[in-house]
């Protein structure tokens, strides 16, 4: 590695595709990647945990990611960065991958900052002496609340970086029910690199509104305010669980669900794909999401009921796809242009018209989606101001 600095200088992003190999990951990972490459950057991915990664294959974790690591690193050369991603599994037994480990040691000497994008990474000393070291949040309301309630490896985790983004848009409004004391939290959003999801495909004439998505959660649920609040979307999906009888368009979710779940869905009129074959590998699951007639998806109670402003990085790549997007309201539609390509929904009557709405000017929603693409979650627009409030343009 040269020593050199390019114009806008080395940046690390810190992720988790190598420990949880799917598609949409991997996308949410690409687009910070390539994002930061077209404004000037030069950006290296980095995992370097000691969390043993998922096989999805299996079902389980292992402290083996080799076959992680043959999945996930031809995309990641595909797209440019052969040589600028390593994997090291800091545990024992664990392997570096990619870059090797004197290359990384001298990555993190040369680094001029990183993102801690999901906040995956946790940092060790080597990490520290990266001069701007910027916290990335996709889920809210889980550090918010434990920050309020003094946790202190939480508090720790912050206090060692400098700069903290989040997906929560709504954070400081009237109608945000969250403490957000202690952390100066700065509004961001998933960029989205837009030339990834230039569609060809026209819908067919039974194409349905789709999502992918996982149906239950387990262990994520937290207490707050003498109220428990969940992590888990079947909870949400049952409350609308006779949509597709109310409307003649078809609805499918791809998700992995047992006999009993599947029979009830399927009898409710839902059609179900598998998500693992969805999300297996990257041209799939973005082939699945171009040729879906739009996005119906719920949000998770943890960003709804507190009104954070959440937004889904899936439903920005329907919308790259051109492809309109009902989803849960969580706060969004005060930020984001809602009523066309897009829509939030609290009650069964929202579905419903936004449905109808869609469906009177279909070839226009789709033109308003990616428009929305376009104008909110341009990777080069949500980078740039990041990068710029971060004080790193």
Same mark, same amino acid.
């Given at each position: 590695? &040269?020593?050199?600095?390019?114009? +806008?200088?080395?940046? *690390?992003?810190?992720?988790? *595709? ?24 030069? /950006? ?30 031809? *995309? ?25 480990? %004197?290359?990384?040691?001298?990555? $993190? ?20 002496? *990266? ?42 409004? /009237? ?27 026209? /819908? ?8 992918? %998505? ?5 262990? +994520? ?6 109220? %428990? ?45 598998? &998500? ?23 949000? +998770? ?22 492809? /309109?997007?009902?989803?849960?309201? %969580? ?28 469906? &009177?000017? $279909?070839?226009? &929603? ?28």
């Amino acid at each position: 590695m &040269s020593s050199e600095k390019p114009h +806008k200088g080395k940046i *690390i992003v810190f992720g988790i *595709i190598f420990w949880y190999p799917l598609a949409g990951v991997t996308f949410q990972f690409l687009h910070y990647l390539l994002g930061l490459r077209r404004l000037g950057y030069d /950006p290296y991915y980095v995992e370097d945990s000691g969390r043993w990664i998922y096989n999805a294959r299996k079902f389980e974790f292992s402290p083996d990611a080799s076959e992680n690591i043959a999945a996930v690193a031809p *995309i990641l050369e595909r797209y440019g960065f052969k040589d600028r991603w390593v994997f090291r599994g800091n545990y024992e037994g664990g392997q570096c991958y990619g870059m090797t480990e %004197t290359q990384l040691l001298q990555l $993190y000497k040369e680094a001029d900052a990183f993102l801690n994008v999901t906040a995956s990474q946790e940092l060790r000393e080597e990490h520290l002496s *990266i001069p701007r070291r910027i916290y990335v949040e996709s889920d809210p309301f889980a550090v918010q609340v434990k920050v309020a309630r003094g946790d202190q490896p939480t508090l720790d985790a912050l206090a060692a970086h400098d700069t903290h983004f989040s997906f929560g848009e709504n954070f400081g409004a /009237p109608d945000c029910d969250l403490p957000l004391e202690g952390v100066n939290w700065l509004p961001t959003r998933q960029p989205v690199f837009l030339d990834l999801w230039e569609n060809p495909y026209p /819908p067919s004439r039974d194409a349905a509104f789709s999502t992918i %998505t996982t149906w239950h959660n387990k262990g +994520k649920n937290i207490e707050y305010r003498g109220r %428990t609040y969940y992590w888990t979307k079947d909870r949400e999906f049952l409350k609308f669980l006779d949509l597709p009888q109310r409307r003649s368009v078809p609805f499918e979710l791809a998700l992995e669900v047992d006999e009993p779940t599947h029979h009830l869905l399927t009898s409710n009129g839902w059609r179900l794909v598998h &998500s693992l074959d969805v999300s297996r590998e990257i041209d799939g699951y973005r082939k699945y999401i171009q040729q879906s007639r739009g996005e119906f998806t719920v949000a +998770k109670e943890q960003v709804v009921l507190p009104r954070t402003g959440w937004f889904s990085d899936r439903s920005c790549c329907y919308l790259a796809a051109g492809r /309109p997007v009902i989803t849960q309201e %969580t706060g969004f539609s005060k930020i984001l242009p809602t009523g066309k390509g897009l829509f939030g929904f609290l009650t069964m009557e929202d579905i419903l018209a936004a449905v109808d709405v869609i469906e &009177s000017d $279909y070839e226009g &929603s789709c033109r308003a989606a990616r428009e929305i693409a376009e104008e909110c979650f341009a990777a080069e627009k949500v980078l740039g101001s990041l990068m710029e409030r971060a004080g790193l343009a």
